[in-house]
Structure formats: C-alpha cells, structure tokens
C-alpha cells in the first residue's frame, strides 16, 4: 500500500500536481504586480510562430498529443499492476460500451455546470478575484477550429482520466476512505486552474466535488470526459463572446 501511495505522488508530480505548482507560482506572481487582478489577462491557447502556419501547427499537434501521455501512463500502470479482466479503460469507465448513457449525462451535467461557471466567472472578474481570461489566441488558419477542438478534447481526457478515473480506482485499492480522494483531487483541480485566478481555483474546487460525487455513482469516467471536453469547446470557441459578456456585466 505504501508503494500504491508512491506510485499515485509520482503520477501526480509528473502530470497536473506539476501543472498545480506552477499554477501557485503563477498567482503569487499575478498578485504581486501593481495592477488588480482582474485587470490582467490570463491567455490560452496562442500560437507558437503565428507568422509561420505550417511549423504553428506542428507546434499545436505536439501540445495536443504530449500532454496525454500521462493517460497513457496511468492505464498502463493500471493494467499491469490492477489487471483487470475487462482492460483498464473498461474498468474506470472510460469507452463506449453505452454511448447513450454517456452522452445524457455528458449533455446534461454540461447544461448545468455550464451556465453556472459561466455566471461565476463573471462574478469573480467582477469582485476582483479572478483575472480575465483570453482562451482562444491561435492565429486564423485553415486549422484553427479543428485544434481548438481537439485541445478541449485532450483536457477533458487528460484531466478526468487522470484525476478521477485512475486516482479514484487506485486509491479505492489503498484502503483509504473514498471521501479524502473525493476532496483531494477537487484540490488539485482547482490548484492547477490558479493561474486564471481564485475564482478559477474555487469554480474548479466545486466541479471537482461534482465530479467526484457523480463518479461514485455512476461508475464511469466517460460522461465526465464530455462534459468537461464540452465546457472547454464552448470556452474556445465562444471567446468572441466574453467581451460583449463583461461589458454587459459592467453596466
């Protein structure tokens, strides 16, 4: 158990734990600049050599696939050492054995959440504690949509996969009381969404618990991969959007 323990730290260390400490260092160094927080712009998604579209996207394909390396990872690790009889992917849920429960849920949690965290974001820009965030900066190409789309697929894979599917099956095999895993990856969540500010550690905190809550339940990681990839999607390719939103707020 205390190896299961080790095991789970080093996924962690190497995957969004990472992504949470440099998130930290991030807020500390946003609230210590003379300007308000919520008159910084977090942004998301930029180009990498905009002036060059063909090494671009090159660059955009390698920030798409590296990152799901620690899916790869986490179910392989679970495969040799969990050994399941249906595969890792199966046994967390993760594939489409019911499509049609997956995608009601997906949908539904989606319609939900999204409205809510749509409305706290403006809440916390607004009270100052959140910073404005930018999530599109790719510059217009023919491939633009289509990697923004596969980039809210990849979170929505990376994250769940990782912080419910795989910490919650190996956690569960601990011993450990399934509510501390609950409130622990809620943490990390909101840890590694710091660098938008506290309302986007806070916002990710609750979806967090949702999450975890709703796994419990249910049993599969699959409906939590589409609501997440479907919040992401709307954030993408909604980003025209924010700034006629803000100023409506601040009428």
Do not use: C
Not at 83 to 98: E, H, I, S, V
């Amino acid at each position: 158990m205390h190896r299961l323990r080790w095991e789970i730290v080093v996924v962690l260390a190497i995957s969004l734990g990472q992504s949470a400490v440099y998130a930290v260092l991030s807020i500390i160094e946003k609230m210590t600049r003379p300007t308000p927080l919520n008159q910084q712009t977090t942004s998301m998604n930029r180009s990498a050599v905009p002036d060059r579209p063909w090494l671009d996207l090159a660059y955009q394909v390698a920030g798409v696939v590296f990152p799901l390396m620690p899916v790869v990872l986490v179910l392989f690790l679970m495969a040799i050492h969990v050994r399941p009889p249906d595969g890792p992917a199966r046994t967390m849920g993760f594939d489409l054995k019911r499509p049609a429960f997956d995608l009601a849920w997906g949908f539904g949690v989606f319609a939900v959440i999204g409205v809510a965290g749509l409305a706290f974001y403006l809440f916390a820009v607004t009270i100052g504690i959140n910073t404005q965030v930018s999530p599109a900066n790719l510059a217009a190409n023919w491939w633009t949509v289509p990697v923004l789309l596969a980039r809210a697929v990849m979170n929505g894979v990376l994250e769940e996969v990782v912080m419910v599917g795989y910490l919650f099956t190996r956690w569960a095999q601990t011993g450990g009381r399934m509510w501390v895993i609950v409130v622990l990856s809620a943490v990390v969540r909101g840890g590694y969404h710091l660098y938008q500010g506290w309302g986007g550690f806070i916002g990710n905190l609750v979806m967090g618990l949702a999450f975890g809550w709703l796994y419990l339940r249910i049993k599969r990681v699959m409906p939590l991969v589409i609501t997440h990839s479907l919040l992401d999607i709307v954030a993408f390719l909604g980003a025209p959007l924010l700034p006629v939103l803000m100023a409506m707020v601040g009428r």
